[in-house]
C-alpha cells in the first residue's frame, strides 16, 4: 500500500485554487478555497528501470562490440606482418618485394572487411519547413471570434477553448485553414487532401530546390501523416506529381501520431542500408482540416486548440561522398513503446461523441503516460551518449546510495549541446524543463516554435532546429537531441552530430521572405 500510495504522489500534483471571501451562507465571512487536482509528470528521480538501462548497453554492444573485438586483432596480424618485413629487411630482393607484397594485401582486405562490415552512416543532407501564406495566419483572439460565429459551439466550449489557448503558449501568428470554422460547413475528404497538397508539394520544392539533387536519384520515399489517410496515399500523390522513379521504395505512415517523424526516420535509415547508392525523402505533416472537431467534448476540443498548419521535408544519404555536402550526421536512434500498457494505449485515440462527431481524444493522464514513456526512452538512451564519468557516477549513486539520499539525475547536458522538445504545449515543455534541469537556453527552441508556429505534430522538431540554424547556434560538432511522443503511446530520440557550422538560409521558415529576397 505505500509504494501504490507513493506511485500516485509522483502522478498527481496539487495547486490551490482562491476563490475568495464567501458573501452568504454559514460561512460568511470565511475565505474560500478549492484544492485542484491534476495529472503531473512523474518524478524522473524516483526510480529507473534496469532493464531500460540493460537494453541502452545491448544498443551499444550490437552496434559496436564488432569493433571492440576485430580491430585489435586485425591491427594485430598487420603488425606482425610489417615486423617480419622490416626483419627481413636484409634478406633477397625476391623475399622483400613477396614480404611487402603480403603486406599490402592484408592491409587491403583489412580496409575491405572493415568497410564491408562497417554500418554506413546516415546523412541529413538539408530539409526545409514549410511556412504558409500569411492568408493563413490566425490569432488566439481571431480563433474565438471565428468559432463562436460558427455556431459550432456551445458557449461552454467557447469558455473551455478560450482558456486553454490562454494558458497554451501559442501566440498569434500560428496557421490555420479558415474552412475548418466556416460557419454550416462541413469538413471533407477534399478538405483534407487539398491542405496536404499545398503544405507537402510546397516544403519538398523548397527542399529539392536548395539540394538540386536529381529526381531520379531519390530511391526511397517515406511519408507520415497521422489521421488523414486516402487511397492513392499521399506517398503515391507526391510520386505522381514529381513524377519519381517506377522503382522507388515508398511507404506511407499513418496513425503514429506525433513521433511518426523519428520513425520515418529510422526507416529510411534501414532502407538505405539496402539501397546505398540513392537518396531517401522524408515527409513528415498533418493535415489539420482533416483532424478538426466540431463538437462539445472537451477532451476532444484540445487538440483544436494546439495542432497547427505545418510539414517537413528531409533529404537523407548513406553515401560516403556526401559527407561534405551534408549538414548533419545520424548518430543514434531509440525508439520506446508503450502500447502493452492499457492506460498508454488508449490515452489519445480517435472517437465519435454523443452525437456521432469524429475527433482527437487526448486523457487528462497523457502527461503523466508521457513522462513515464520519456524516462523509459531516456534510460535507454543514456548509455549511448552520456559520457563515461557521468554513466559510472550514476551507477555509483544507484548501487551505493543511502536511503535517505537523493537518487541521482545524469546531466544530459554533458552529452548534447541543444535540444529540440516537440511543442505540444507549454504545460509539458514546463514538466520536461523541470525533469531534465534543463536551462531556459536549452528550451528556447522548442517555446519560440510552440509560439510562433503552434504544434505542428511530427514536423514541430525541424522547425525547432531550423530555429536554431536560424539564429546561428549550431557549430560544427554540436550533437542535437530531438525528442518527439506520439500515440500509441510512443517517446522516440534521436541524435545529430552537426557537420558543419550552420548560417542563415533563404529557405528557412523563421526568415522573413522579404529579408530574403533582399539577401539573395
Excluded at 496536404?196 to 531519390?218: C, H, N, P, W, Y
Excluded at 542500408?273 to 540513392?278: E, F, K, Q, V, W
Excluded at 487526448?362 to 538512451?381: H, P, Q, R
Amino acid at each position: 500500500m505505500p509504494d501504490m500510495a507513493r506511485a500516485d504522489r509522483e502522478l498527481f500534483s496539487t495547486e490551490i485554487m482562491n476563490r475568495g471571501v464567501e458573501g452568504s451562507g454559514p460561512y460568511a465571512g470565511s475565505v474560500d478555497f478549492s484544492v485542484r487536482v491534476r495529472r503531473a509528470l512523474p518524478d524522473f528521480l524516483s526510480s529507473v528501470d534496469l532493464k531500460y538501462v540493460k537494453l541502452g548497453y545491448h544498443y551499444l554492444i550490437s552496434s559496436s562490440g564488432f569493433y571492440y573485438v576485430a580491430a585489435p586483432v586485425m591491427c594485430g596480424i598487420l603488425g606482425v606482418e610489417i615486423g617480419k618485413a622490416i626483419a627481413w629487411k636484409d634478406s633477397s630482393p625476391e623475399s622483400s618485394l613477396f614480404d611487402m607484397v603480403s603486406v599490402g594485401v592484408l592491409l587491403g582486405l583489412v580496409l575491405y572487411v572493415y568497410l564491408s562490415l562497417m554500418p554506413r552512416s546516415t546523412y541529413l543532407v538539408d530539409f526545409a519547413c514549410f511556412r504558409p501564406p500569411d492568408e493563413f495566419k490566425i490569432s488566439k483572439e481571431e480563433f474565438i471570434e471565428l468559432a463562436r460565429k460558427s455556431g459550432k459551439y456551445s458557449d461552454r466550449a467557447i469558455v473551455f477553448q478560450e482558456g486553454v489557448l490562454k494558458r497554451s503558449g501559442i501566440g498569434d501568428e500560428t496557421y490555420l485553414p479558415r474552412a475548418v470554422l466556416r460557419p454550416e460547413h462541413k469538413i471533407t475528404l477534399k478538405d483534407g487532401r487539398e491542405e496536404a497538397s499545398m503544405v507537402i508539394f510546397g516544403v519538398v520544392s523548397e527542399l529539392l530546390k536548395a539540394t538540386k539533387v536529381r529526381l531520379q536519384d531519390i530511391g526511397v520515399l517515406v511519408v507520415n501523416c497521422g489521421f488523414l489517410s486516402t487511397t492513392p496515399s499521399l506517398s503515391a500523390m507526391l510520386i505522381n506529381h514529381y513524377k519519381l522513379g517506377h522503382d522507388i521504395h515508398s511507404f506511407n505512415l499513418g496513425g503514429m501520431g506525433c513521433a511518426a517523424g523519428v520513425i520515418a526516420v529510422d526507416l529510411a535509415r534501414d532502407l538505405l542500408a539496402a539501397r546505398p547508392g540513392s537518396y531517401a525523402l522524408v515527409v513528415s505533416t498533418e493535415a489539420v482540416s482533416y483532424t478538426w472537431y466540431d463538437g462539445n467534448d472537451f477532451d476532444m476540443l484540445l487538440p483544436n486548440c494546439f495542432f497547427r498548419m505545418g510539414a517537413a521535408a528531409i533529404l537523407l544519404s548513406s553515401r560516403h561522398l556526401d559527407r561534405w555536402r551534408s549538414k548533419y550526421e545520424l548518430k543514434q536512434l531509440v525508439r520506446t513503446h508503450k502500447g502493452a500498457e492499457e492506460r498508454s494505449f488508449g490515452c489519445t485515440h480517435m472517437k465519435e461523441d454523443a452525437q456521432g462527431t469524429r475527433g482527437l481524444s487526448v486523457s487528462k493522464d497523457v502527461i503523466g503516460i508521457g513522462g513515464n514513456a520519456l524516462k523509459d526512452n531516456i534510460t535507454t538512451l543514456g548509455p549511448l551518449v552520456l559520457p563515461v564519468s557521468e554513466q559510472l557516477h550514476f551507477f555509483n549513486n544507484f548501487l551505493f546510495k543511502k536511503e535517505t539520499s537523493k537518487p541521482y539525475l545524469p546531466n544530459y547536458k554533458l552529452a548534447f549541446d541543444h535540444v529540440c522538445i516537440l511543442a505540444t504545449s507549454k504545460k509539458v515543455l514546463d514538466e520536461i524543463q523541470k525533469n531534465l534541469d534543463l536551462t531556459d537556453e536549452y528550451m528556447e527552441a522548442s517555446r519560440r516554435t510552440l509560439e510562433r508556429f503552434g504544434n505542428t505534430s511530427s514536423s514541430s522538431v525541424w522547425y525547432e532546429l531550423a530555429y536554431l540554424e536560424a539564429t546561428s547556434r549550431i557549430r560544427k560538432g554540436d550533437r542535437v537531441w530531438q525528442i518527439a511522443f506520439g500515440s500509441g503511446f510512443k517517446c522516440n530520440s534521436v541524435v545529430w552530430k552537426a557537420l558543419k557550422s550552420m548560417r542563415q538560409h533563404p529557405h528557412n521558415p523563421w526568415i522573413d521572405p522579404l529579408c530574403a529576397e533582399a539577401q539573395i
